[in-house]
């Protein structure tokens, strides 16, 4: 039988053939993943180790956007857009099967936004040169209603559309993990870097981790380290150097997700100036609305961010503003929220709006790379300018980036997205083969979401997850897209995994506790204490 490369155990059991590593990359999220596939496909013995899941940090928590931002572009950061909406382009081909292009409206409630904003998202679609998604257009009021029925009518003029990229970022995570091996990587996750290995000059020469399912613990060497752990970063930087400059200030970003009756259609609503001068997303994804996000300076991070009232007593009032059918607390299907990993300002009096959302490379005397800022859009640019980085310090033998035109895992023209399992790409057939292997597979988990418990499965069998929490939150979207039938999953799902992983009952009741515990929280609370 054919050797399954993404079974944990047989990469658990492949460590110690590798004696030293030419590259080993902490943290997989966007960042992490982005560098395990430039640096294996350039040839380098690569290793990534993740301290909980593919995209458990902010990875999966964003708001689903390929762009170039046009925020951005109104704060005169043309380079930025330019780069991010290149990148938009490559992602589009490299990912067909995860990246939809999709139209946004802006709506316009005074008489010049219409004139002001097609300008300015001209200049937007002249900067994607040759990867345009198409060209913007002002459209009247009618044709604005005729595409956004919920719209609020009193007092619109007519709107602008214009077009930029949307897709699934967990799942995006899981398909480059999924490249990365392919390519001859060894990833792991569920495995966390508890030190730095350093000689006596206080160089880099390795880290020490832990496999968190086992609890075993384990020394890997390389003279190349490199800190892709997002928020997290100072951690690490502190492992090397106690008093490490602090190199992040996260910024907090909260989501709620509606059914897609409060935004029908297949456009999204884009607000380029809310209340407080932010920019408000409500975004089609999976059959529901994604309305976000807010921007709010943190002095502390977690593993799971909580949304704070106040963000969600704004968010409802800015998507009322331009509905005519307001949302309710009720309606909320789920809330999570997100930190942006921002580059900190020399300067502590910088606001985080105009902090530098572009991504900067911290070389440390110790040897250690760090990669922090960005965006999902620009995760490939940043692993291209990360290894070269490496390259220029000789730390690695010079080879060519080889990720602009590398097709991603399940990469496959996708027109057709009337089914919701499009987002597997060439891994439908396999689905498709394990469900008529044995039909009860084909079971649904939940009447109000698609999934079905083959889909648990297949996500064990190949796509290296090992909880509940990262089937329910990061293969399939349950979590992020009703929490409340996520929960209602949980026993089914542990059940299910229980038997692919072979697991026994302890086990099972430790995930069914778990889950339940996280997954609440991504349930609104419906009378919360300043409501
Ligand atoms: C609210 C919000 C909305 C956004 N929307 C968009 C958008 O629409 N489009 C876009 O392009 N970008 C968007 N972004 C930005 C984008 O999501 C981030 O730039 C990107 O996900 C950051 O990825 P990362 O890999 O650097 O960090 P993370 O995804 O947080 O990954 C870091 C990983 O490191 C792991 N780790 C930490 N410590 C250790 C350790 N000791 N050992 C092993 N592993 C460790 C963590 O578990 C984590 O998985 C958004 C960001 C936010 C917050």
Redesign the pocket.
């Known amino acids: 039988m054919e050797e399954n490369i993404f079974n944990r155990e047989h990469l658990v059991n492949s460590l110690p053939n590798t004696s030293k590593w030419d590259v080993i990359i902490?943290?997989?999220?966007?960042?992490?993943?982005?560098v395990a596939v430039d640096s294996v496909t350039r040839g380098y013995k690569t290793l990534l180790?993740?301290?909980?899941?593919?995209?458990?940090?902010?990875?999966?928590?964003?708001?689903?956007?390929?762009?170039g931002?046009v925020r951005y572009l109104a704060q005169g950061n043309i380079d930025l857009v330019r780069e991010?909406l290149h990148e938009r382009g490559l992602l589009e081909k490299n990912a067909p099967h995860l990246v939809k292009n999709q139209s946004f409206v802006i709506p316009n409630y005074r008489w010049w936004e219409g004139i002001y904003y097609t300008i300015g998202l001209k200049a937007y679609d002249f900067l994607a040169g040759k990867l345009s998604l198409g060209k913007s257009t002002h459209i009247n009021k009618t044709k604005t209603v005729e595409r956004l029925s919920t719209l609020r009518k009193k007092g619109l003029y007519g709107g602008v559309v214009y077009k930029d990229g949307q897709?699934d970022?967990s799942r995006l995570?899981i398909n480059l993990a999924q490249t990365a091996i392919e390519n001859g990587a060894t990833l792991l996750n569920h495995?966390?870097?508890?030190d730095l290995i350093q000689d006596p000059k206080g160089k880099i020469t390795g880290v020490n981790?832990q496999d968190t399912e086992t609890s075993k613990e384990y020394a890997f060497a390389s003279d190349l380290v490199i800190n892709?752990?997002?928020?997290?970063?100072d951690?690490?930087l502190k492992m090397q150097k106690k008093d490490a400059r602090k190199s992040i200030v996260p910024?907090?970003?909260?989501?709620l997700v509606f059914d897609k009756s409060f935004l029908p259609g297949d456009d999204a609503i884009m607000i380029p100036k809310t209340d407080d001068g932010r920019v408000l997303?409500a975004v089609p994804w999976h059959d529901k609305v994604l309305v976000?996000?807010?921007?709010t300076n943190l002095d502390d991070h977690s593993?799971e961010p909580q949304a704070q009232e106040q963000e969600i007593e704004f968010i409802l009032k800015t998507f009322n503003n331009y509905l005519d059918k307001p949302v309710k607390r009720s309606d909320v299907r789920s809330i999570f929220?997100?930190?942006?990993?921002l580059a900190a300002p020399k300067d502590d009096s910088e606001k985080t709006k105009e902090i530098s959302?572009s991504h900067k490379i911290i070389v440390s005397e110790s040897g250690l790379l760090t990669?922090?800022?960005?965006?999902?859009?620009?995760?490939r640019r940043?692993a291209q300018d990360t290894i070269n980085k490496a390259i220029s310090l000789k730390k690695l033998p010079k080879k060519t980036c080889q990720t602009k035109d590398l097709a991603i895992h399940g990469a496959k023209p996708t027109e057709d997205r009337s089914s919701y399992l499009y987002i597997y790409g060439t891994d439908q057939e396999a689905l498709a083969a394990l469900t008529a292997s044995n039909p009860e597979l084909g079971q649904k988990l939940h009447p109000r979401l698609p999934f079905t418990k083959a889909e648990v499965v297949f996500a064990a069998r190949n796509e290296m997850a090992r909880t509940v929490e990262d089937v329910l939150a990061r293969r399939v979207r349950a979590l992020f897209l009703d929490a409340d039938a996520a929960l209602s999953m949980t026993e089914e799902v542990a059940d299910l995994l229980a038997k692919e992983l072979n697991k026994d009952e302890v086990w099972k009741q430790n995930q069914i506790q778990q889950f339940k515990k996280l997954a609440s929280q991504y349930c609104i609370d419906a009378s919360p204490v300043s409501a």
Not at 191 to 194: D, G, I, N, R
Not at 251 to 255: F, I, K, L, R
């Open positions: 902490i943290g997989g999220g966007a960042t992490g993943l982005g180790l993740e301290q909980v899941d593919y995209a458990k940090g902010t990875s999966s928590r964003s708001t689903k956007l390929v762009h931002g991010a897709f970022d995570a495995f966390k870097v508890t981790a892709a752990t997002g928020v997290f970063s951690e690490i910024s907090q970003g909260v989501h997303f976000g996000t807010t921007d593993l929220a997100g930190l942006r990993p959302r990669i922090t800022g960005g965006k999902w859009t620009t995760y940043m």
